[in-house]
């Protein structure tokens, strides 16, 4: 069974950066699509960036894109959430999330595993 666990929230003030990780247990990566999901108090979880294990490719919502980077290290099995330029808007709890198969799906509602979240908080 696959396990994902969340790290790197925090406080940041605004313009700053943080760097998430998702590292995964039980499986490796090879065969999953990895998303990074967010949710704001009283909005519904939004899709953020995702990754696809086996060839790399990226995606990332309109809102972070040039902004986030996502990357992986296989060796490490991790994913990692690179975020500069950090706005109030982006406040909530990150969320990664792994769906098995090598489509890329946007709804999280599609994604089969779930990490636990971690809080970022970007304030001045």
């Known amino acids: 069974q696959l396990q994902l666990v969340e790290s790197g929230g925090g406080v940041v003030q605004p313009g700053g950066s943080l760097r998430l990780s998702c590292a995964a247990s039980g499986s490796t990566l090879d065969s999953y699509v990895i998303g990074w999901f967010r949710q704001a108090p009283g909005k519904e979880r939004e899709g953020v960036s995702s990754?696809?294990?086996?060839?790399?490719?990226?995606y990332y919502g309109a809102s972070v894109k040039g902004r986030f980077t996502i990357s992986r290290d296989n060796a490490e099995n991790t994913v990692y959430l690179q975020m500069n330029s950090l706005k109030p808007e982006d406040t909530g709890v990150y969320y990664c999330?792994?769906?098995?198969?090598?489509?890329?799906?946007?709804?999280?509602?599609?994604?089969?595993?779930w990490g636990q979240g971690t809080q970022v908080t970007v304030s001045s």
């Open positions: 999330a792994a769906f098995r198969g090598t489509i890329v799906p946007w709804s999280p509602g599609l994604y089969d595993y």
């Open positions: 990754i696809r294990s086996s060839d790399g490719s990226t």
